[in-house]
């Protein structure tokens, strides 16, 4: 099993819809949890960093689940700026190395 | 700018030839880590760094892979006998402390011929 799982998707939606992405992780004692952005063929750029009470930056809401071992964001109003790969991001108990999951792909169409 | 650095941004070489790559990263960072990427994956890791000491490599991290950061600095990795498997995007990244965000470079893109 892979330490962080996510749809690949792609996720087509229209703009100004709202779409939800998950992800699941393994190590049940994970500790820092993040969600990055990575536009094509640039680096990945932090989007959030994922608290236990939830936080949210504007259009963007991220939850965390421990009993459930998942992590999502919620993107609302989406725009055609938002098109990405959105990356889950979880730092394993006794580990200090990120580790990725292998992205959702997000299209928002005009 | 004062982002992390990477150089080469890309790097074309013949199958069996060494190349290596340098890593810049935030000036005030002293933790660094090497990732690798491939199309349609997310970034997978390499190795990491506090100042000079390498205290993680993973499995990925063949004989022919070797990172070194001597002065807690600038990082290299270097690449021996390279294969085409070893066609990948090369990513690093700095973070101000553990458990905490990194922030990646442009990355150098290498392809094996």
């Known amino acids: 099993r892979k330490e962080v799982e996510q749809d690949p998707g792609p996720f087509n939606v229209p703009e100004g819809a709202t779409v939800a992405f998950n992800c699941t992780y393994s190590?049940?004692?994970?500790?820092?949890f993040f969600w990055y952005r990575q536009d094509c063929r640039k680096e990945p750029k932090l989007l959030m960093s994922?608290?236990?009470s939830g936080n949210e930056d504007g259009r963007f809401t991220a939850q965390l689940n421990r009993a459930s071992q998942y992590i999502s964001l919620l993107i609302r109003d989406s725009k055609l700026s938002d098109s990405a790969t959105y990356l889950c991001?979880?730092?394993?108990?006794?580990?200090?190395?990120?580790?990725f999951g292998s992205g959702t792909r997000l299209q928002v169409q005009p | 700018d004062t982002g992390v650095s990477q150089d080469p941004r890309h790097k074309i070489t013949k199958r069996g030839q060494n190349v290596t790559f340098r890593c810049d990263p935030i000036?005030?960072?002293?933790?660094l880590y090497w990732y690798r990427q491939t199309l349609g994956q997310g970034p997978e890791f390499l190795t990491y760094?506090?100042?000079?000491?390498?205290?993680?490599k993973s499995r990925l991290l063949s004989d022919r892979f070797s990172a070194e950061r001597p002065k807690g600095s600038f990082s290299t990795l270097e690449i021996q006998r390279t294969e085409q498997g070893d066609s990948a995007m090369y990513l690093c990244?700095?973070?101000?402390?553990?458990?905490?965000?990194?922030?990646f470079g442009q990355g150098t893109r290498l392809t094996v011929v």
């Open positions: 991001v979880v730092i394993p108990a006794g580990r200090r190395a990120l580790t």
């Open positions: 000036s005030e960072h002293n933790r």
């Open positions: 994922v608290y236990s």
């Open positions: 760094f506090q100042n000079e000491a390498q205290l993680e």
């Open positions: 190590n049940s004692a994970s500790q820092s």
């Open positions: 990244a700095s973070s101000l402390e553990d458990y905490t965000e990194a922030f």
